[in-house]
């Protein structure tokens, strides 16, 4: 786990890391979520609906987004204040997913940084993208 | 070039989820429905980047409304 400090902080500072999705995560993502719609568990309505297969879950792919700023940028200190999120094409079980972010704005005053953030799968198509909008605590 | 509070009111309308209010040199966090600590932020960010200036804690603290923040502004827009 990444621990910046505010000072630490830069426009353009990155980072960035890799997941794989597997069955076990939508299956966790539908217990604590309840959602329960067939798109992502039942694969032939998947299949119906033109998809190759059950669908990832946009919010779970986008908790990876917590994991970015919680963990890598700024990491340790932390305090997730806002995000919108763009679910530009489906992921599925098995894609490897590359999840990015970089500091694009700090503001002084407030010690609130902005991260754009992205995730493709391994074929380089883009899953989502991301304006993440963090604080930074003392500790 | 348009005068700064109209400058302001888009950002204000766009932050804030009210495409109806008008912004005025009185208006705060006192009197503009969902003006929060949290939309506050992101205000000043909108307003920073747009305006390209930057503003210090204890600038902001001593703003008691738009008025004053225009005024400000304007000092930092003139010696830039």
Request: aromatic share 8%.
């Amino acid at each position: 786990m990444n621990s910046y400090r505010w000072d630490e902080l830069s426009e353009g500072l990155s980072h960035e890391f890799e997941v794989q999705l597997t069955q076990p995560m939508l299956t966790d993502f539908l217990r604590l979520s309840g959602d329960q719609n067939p798109l992502h568990t039942d694969s032939e309505f998947a299949r119906h609906a033109g998809f190759r297969d059950v669908v990832a879950y946009g919010m779970l792919t986008s908790a990876l987004y917590s994991a970015l700023v919680g963990v890598y940028l700024p990491g340790r200190y932390c305090l997730l204040h806002g995000i919108n999120v763009d679910f530009v094409n489906p992921s599925f079980v098995g894609d490897h997913l590359r999840v990015t972010g970089s500091i694009t704005y700090l503001n002084q005053a407030y010690r609130r940084a902005d991260v754009k953030a992205s995730i493709h799968n391994g074929d380089s198509q883009l899953i989502s993208r991301a304006k993440i909008r963090v604080g930074v605590h003392e500790h | 070039m348009p005068n700064m509070l109209s400058q302001l009111e888009p950002i204000f309308r766009d932050i804030l989820d009210n495409s109806r209010l008008n912004l005025t040199r009185e208006s705060n966090a006192s009197n503009v429905a969902g003006w929060d600590s949290l939309a506050h932020i992101n205000l000043i960010s909108a307003i920073e980047q747009q305006f390209g200036i930057g503003f210090t804690l204890g600038e902001l603290q001593e703003l008691k409304n738009v008025g004053e923040m225009i005024d400000l502004m304007e000092r930092k827009l003139a010696i830039r």
